[in-house]
């Protein structure tokens, strides 16, 4: 949202073959998600659809498979703002046994229950396939792990995330709770990249981005549209916005572009695929690195409260003993209530 057109230097054309590889997309049913799917569909990508609306990601799978020839497909059901149904559908796939070559944090929505689903639902994927991604690059394989952001992320508060006030309905704003979702989606890559890099070591062959896609044309927004300005936002967006289409392409620049390895493109914030964003885009809190581990640790407390443990696909433990770890999370009863937004 809120950028200009721009010239594009990675075209869909430029995508390497991807036959052989698996990709998880959150929220590929319409927009950039079901654009990003079918980029990657076509060039030959086994893609896992984990979303809430059976039949529009069918219809949308089927429309993809038809248009690209491509029918290695998936669907797994999943209503990302119930923390559960996402640990199901991260079970659904594990049973699958498939290595995971790229995984595209898409889905997000505008209203409550914001955090949950664009924040919370993706870090629990991650901690559920993080054991999963390491084996892949024990393969020889790059992996991506990129997070549709925003450049809404400036409207979070001046603090960042005040992970103590989700609850307070006096102090809810919609586009503030957004953008802190948008700010906690850039940390959360940010904080990623760096504990995998002091497990691993620097050169670890996993690359965590976030990205703002752009003036873009998507459903997002309707939850928040009044219904008497719907129109005149329907027009406007069709006189100035991107096609999902084409904003697209900064995701699967991100996911797919041998330049990123080439580059060592890490923990960065992307604005479009040619460029990392400018202090102006970026919320000054972005990289704050003690609001990174705070906001990791928090996630963790949450996710521990909620579902009691996060097992993984390698034994009965929780989220904070996986490769993000924070081990003295396992004794520590979580101060911080699950938040209804």
Not at 167 to 178: E, G, H, I, V
């Amino acid at each position: 949202m809120f950028s200009s057109r721009r010239s594009v230097t990675f075209k869909y054309e430029d995508v390497p073959d991807l036959n052989g590889q698996a990709a998880v997309i959150t929220g590929a049913s319409r927009g950039l998600g079901k654009a990003t799917l079918s980029a990657l569909a076509k060039k030959g990508a086994h893609v896992i659809c984990i979303g809430r609306n059976p039949e529009k990601t069918k219809a949308a799978i089927s429309e993809v498979v038809q248009l690209t020839g491509n029918l290695k497909v998936d669907y797994i059901e999943a209503h990302l703002t119930d923390l559960k149904s996402a640990d199901k559908a991260a079970t659904s796939f594990l049973a699958m046994d498939l290595l995971l070559h790229m995984l595209i944090l898409n889905g997000g929505i505008m209203s409550p229950p914001t955090f949950r689903l664009n924040h919370f639902a993706h870090v629990l994927l991650i901690g559920r396939f993080l054991p999963v991604i390491e084996r892949t690059t024990l393969a020889g394989q790059p992996v991506p792990v990129v997070a549709v952001s925003s450049t809404g992320n400036i409207f979070a508060p001046k603090e960042g995330i005040i992970t103590d006030k989700l609850n307070d309905k006096d102090s809810y704003a919609a586009l503030t709770r957004y953008g802190e979702t948008k700010l906690a989606n850039i940390i959360a890559m940010k904080e990623l990249q760096q504990r995998l890099q002091k497990k691993h070591g620097n050169d670890v062959p996993i690359y965590c981005n976030s990205l703002n896609p752009g003036n873009v044309r998507t459903e997002l927004t309707r939850s928040v549209v009044p219904p008497s300005l719907a129109a005149v936002v329907d027009l406007g967006s069709k006189m100035f916005l991107l096609t999902p289409e084409q904003d697209a392409i900064s995701s699967v620049y991100l996911a797919t572009s041998p330049g990123v390895v080439a580059q060592s493109i890490r923990g960065q914030f992307y604005w479009d695929q040619s460029r990392t964003s400018l202090p102006s885009e970026l919320h000054q809190k972005a990289d704050d690195k003690e609001l990174w581990t705070t906001v990791w640790e928090w996630s963790e407390h949450i996710l521990k409260e909620k579902l009691e443990t996060v097992p993984t696909n390698e034994g009965n433990e929780t989220i904070g003993s996986t490769a993000l770890g924070s081990p003295e999370l396992q004794g520590r009863s979580a101060s911080t209530t699950v938040p209804s937004s």
